[in-house]
């Protein structure tokens, strides 16, 4: 996913977002269905894990398109708005997913995929249909071999945001792998507990999201909102230090989705913002390059250490919470700096074509 993400980001600053958004979607429908096979003929095991990272590439290909056609269209000071908007419609999508995949989990995992064909059928029509495009690269400066690495490697801001990135990956990641091991292996607990939490996630962030949107544009600026919403994901964090109780897996998602809803819309939009016009895409890319390295370590620092400590969860859970809080500390103290970075982009219309 991380090198993935960094070329496609170039290729989409180089080509425009439409046609990587509508096209790489197709290779998804045969890799769904690779995998629909190779579950309900479980002897191909090669296939499966071929299908699965098909599916991995395809979705790294698409993500930094989706978030620059966002900054395209949208204002410096909209633009918050903007990727609230398109996160809010998205956990529309995921409130219901989870709850559809436990139900198809208990007739077969593989209806999970052979759904998840269809579905992304239904997207590439839209896409086709609906989406024009964003971002025409002829209309801007062209981008040379060498611009993007002297332009943020130039950027002190843009790379000590990259460093505490990665760090946020580290235990960001617990709440995905890890939670679900922690959920359905270490404590035995149902399918069903675990898609409805999910699910609670998703409607919750349909619910709150605009609330927190307000309240997050009314007062400071997006790096103190990005420390206060990791500091709720270390109380969430904390939470899990209790009894595996479906109402302490009910506690811990509520509150790291407040976290979430402060912190999520706030990346793209700082990305975007300090990025160069035609490196808007590329900009994403080297983020989500340096940043996946996190993800990656941190599903193995935190497997690793779920194994270690299964007898006694919690700790695990603690120093988990202690690590988050020491990202919340590292994103305020950004704050300063961010707000002398900012003061230097000025706010103009945004140019696209139509």
């Known amino acids: 996913m991380a090198f993935i993400q960094y070329y496609s980001g170039i290729l989409t600053d180089r080509i425009g977002r439409r046609a990587i958004l509508v096209y790489s979607q197709i290779p998804a429908v045969v890799f769904y269905l690779m995998i629909f096979y190779s579950i309900a003929e479980p002897h191909y095991l090669s296939l499966l894990l071929l299908s699965w990272y098909g599916t991995i590439v395809i979705n790294s290909i698409q993500y930094p398109a989706v978030q ?4 395209d269209v949208t204002s410096v ?44 059928v239904i997207e590439i029509v839209m896409l086709y249909s609906l989406f024009s495009e964003t971002y025409v690269p002829s ?13 943020y490697r130039n950027d002190r801001f843009f790379l000590y945001f990259i460093i505490v990135g990665i760090a946020l990956g580290i235990f960001m990641r617990q709440r995905g792998s890890t939670f679900t091991v922690y959920t359905i292996v270490v404590e035995h607990l149902p399918y069903l507990y675990l898609g409805i939490v999910w699910a609670l996630n998703g409607a919750l962030v349909v619910g709150l999201q605009f609330p927190f ?40 998602m509520t509150v790291a989705t407040v976290g979430e809803d402060m912190l999520s819309p706030t990346t793209q939009s700082i990305i975007t913002t300090l990025a160069p016009e035609n490196m808007r895409g590329s900009y994403i890319g080297v ?24 007898k006694v969860p919690s700790t695990y859970w603690l120093y988990i ?7 919340a500390i590292s ?23 139509k």
């Open 213 to 252: 949107l307000r309240i997050m544009t009314k007062a400071g600026n997006p790096m103190m909102w990005r420390g206060i919403g990791t500091v709720f994901y270390a109380i969430s964090f904390l939470i899990l230090t209790s009894s595996p109780a479906f109402v302490i897996l009910v506690a811990f």
């Open 68 to 71: 620059a056609a966002v900054a």
């Open 287 to 310: 983020y989500n390059l340096y940043t996946s390295f996190g993800g990656f370590a941190g599903a193995i620092i935190g497997l690793y250490l779920l194994f270690v400590l299964q």
């Open 321 to 327: 919470a202690l690590g988050t809080t020491v990202v």
């Open 331 to 353: 994103y305020v103290l950004l704050g300063r700096m961010f707000t002398r970075r900012i003061s230097m982009v000025a706010t103009t219309p945004v140019t696209s074509a």
């Open 139 to 151: 209309e801007h400066l062209v981008l040379k071999r060498g611009d993007l690495g002297r332009a």
């Open 77 to 120: 000071s909209d633009r918050l708005s903007g990727y609230t908007i398109m996160r809010v419609m998205a956990n529309l999508g995921i409130a219901i997913g989870p709850l559809m995949g436990a139900y198809l989990a208990y007739h077969g995992l593989q209806y999970i995929f052979a759904v998840s064909a269809a579905v992304t």
